[in-house]
């Protein structure tokens, strides 16, 4: 697909025009599929808000384990969005989850043994045996030791039984000695994974030498993870070395789903190559003008910079300067807007995560906003709270009417307006013989706790069931990420087209 013709379609399907990179090379889409979309379970709006809220709650809690690893493992279905990958000669893809909150490739193997995995959805096809062109990796390899945290290589080695001489010598990069296996453990899992390469196939790409971990046995874990952030053995990460134009900038645009069945079988697109014009205008900079002009501002990406994290370097962390229900802003907490020496503070956005996690009293300031204008109106639906594990929830027997939700990120006029489903979500509940079926709307954000107990590790996560609907655009060689409006079907259709 030529760029000029990505420009036309763009501006077909949005009134205006992005502004690709000034080079020639062409963005490679993928298609995201939600993991209900693969799921043949049938779930109540109860049990998928709950499964969903303990599942954000818990991988938001991981992040703050003071002996924690750096992968984060993905939530479980109903939360998160897969790739389709093809490692090795095998021409059998294996679908993963793809997290922007982790910075490794792995997937279980053949043979393959996943302990406590009956109650989990099961991945859409069987693991694939490793292929007969995967070799190891070395111990020596500095990929080995980003898998074992950074652990030095002599170390490594030694524990590969390479002997002292050719360690000091720097004679054990070979696959008589290769990368001892790494163990991540988890609140809700954990696996044992060996370090391989072999090639990495997307559409119209060969990727040689590309670095995976392969896992013949996990706990609680039977679907991989196609790590996305910003460490060196993430998929950006080591596409740049091969592609740059490919692994410096990526962007998603998840469809919109509300849990409907239908929406979720949607394809939503991922761009590999997706580069924004530094001279784009922000949305939310003051001028006078309206119609077409108003209508393209609304479509132009929102930027703020990328904060720099020396505990987790791997994470996308942004900086929040408050959120606004309805005219009031709110101020966020200082450790919200800046990461300390420590590693802890900022806002992750994190594809990864399903409801956005803020610390406690920041989290309870915007409650009590929004219970003010709607709960004086709606009854509270305290009996739903619980069962869903989301909070403010409302019986809504007349149109209800929801102030509006703004994101104000740092950077000038870098404020994103969150559409209302994508922070109030209603359904309706009862109706079993046991209660009376009724309309409930809750709340789509969660509490994640103190801010003592947030110290040293993540300040808040920014959920993808926020993100939905909007083209999120990661700009690695630029560390910022942007935010634009998007109706994210209709473009997945429009440049599939192609």
Known sequence: MKTCLIFFLYTTILNYCFYFSVSSSTPLLLPLSHSLSTSKHSSSPLHLLKSSSSRSSARFRRHHHKHQQQLSLPISSGSDYLISLSVGSSSSAVSLYLDTGSDLVWFPCRPFTCI????????????????????????????????????????????????????????????????????????????????????????????????????????????????????????????????????????????????????????????????????????????????????????????????????????????????????????APAMLRRIDKNGGGGVVVDSGTTFTMLPAKFYNSVVEEFDSRVGRVHERADRVEPSSGMSPCYYLNQTVKVPALVLHFVGNGSRVTLPRRNYFYEFMDGGDGKEEKRKVGCLMLMNGGDESELRGGTGAILGNYQQQGFEVVYDLLNRRVGFAKRKCASLWDTLNQG
């Open 116 to 331: 406590l995995c009956e109650s989990k959805p099961l991945p859409p096809s069987p693991p694939p045996s490793l292929s007969s062109s995967a070799t190891t990796v070395s111990c020596s390899s500095p990929s080995c030791s980003a898998a074992h945290s950074s652990l030095p290589s002599s170390d490594l080695c030694a524990i590969s039984n390479c002997p002292l001489d050719y360690i000091e010598t720097g004679d054990c990069n070979t696959s008589s000695y290769p990368c001892p296996p790494f163990y991540y453990a988890y609140g809700d899992g954990s696996l044992v994974a060996k370090l391989f390469s072999d090639s990495l196939s997307l559409p119209s790409v060969s990727v040689a030498n590309f670095t995976f971990g392969c896992a013949h046995t996990t706990l609680a874990e039977p679907i991989g993870v196609a790590g996305f952030g910003r460490g060196r053995l993430s998929l950006p990460a080591q596409l740049s070395v091969h592609s740059p134009h490919l692994g410096n900038s990526f962007s998603y645009c998840l469809v919109s789903h509300s849990f409907d069945s239908d929406r979720v079988r949607r394809p939503s697109p991922l761009i590999l190559g997706r580069f924004v014009d530094k001279k784009e205008k922000r949305v939310g900079t003051t001028n006078d003008d309206d119609g077409d002009d108003e209508k393209k501002k609304k479509n132009e990406f929102v930027f703020t910079e990328l904060l720099e994290n020396p505990k987790h370097p791997y994470f996308y962390s942004v900086s929040l300067q408050g959120i606004s229900i309805g005219k009031r802003n709110i101020p």
